[in-house]
Nanobody, 124 residues
């Protein structure tokens, strides 16, 4: 059974950094793309970053380019989202997701499995 456990969120000040972690189990981790999405109160869930099966391809939403970095550790079956220079507009619940495909997708509809989410709050 696919399981994704998100962690690492918290309350930080603008300009600070956080690293989110997604621990994956129940599937062959090195075969599938992994992604991060986020959802702010009253808004739809939106794409943040994605990494393909071998880590050779990554894509980012324009609003996080240059600030966030997605990576994956195959030995630990874990995906990370390093978030630097955080802004109040980054406040949201962040979700890890996986799809049964090796290549990335930016659409929430393509992802069948989700973590429980981790809250990130950035104060000004």
């Amino acid at each position: 059974q696919v399981r994704l456990v998100d962690s690492g969120g918290g309350l930080v000040q603008a300009g600070d950094s956080l690293r989110l972690t997604c621990a994956a189990s129940g599937f062959t981790f090195d075969r599938y793309a992994m992604a991060w999405f986020r959802q702010a109160p009253g808004k739809e869930r939106e794409f943040v970053a994605v990494i393909n099966w071998n880590g050779g391809s990554t894509h980012y939403a324009d609003f996080v380019k240059g600030r966030f970095t997605i990576s994956r550790d195959y030995a630990k079956s874990t995906v990370y989202l390093q978030m630097n220079s955080l802004k109040p507009v980054d406040t949201a619940v962040y979700y890890c997701a996986t799809r049964s495909h090796p290549e990335p997708s930016l659409s929430t509809k393509e992802y069948a499995h989700w973590g429980q989410g981790t809250q990130v709050t950035v104060s000004s």
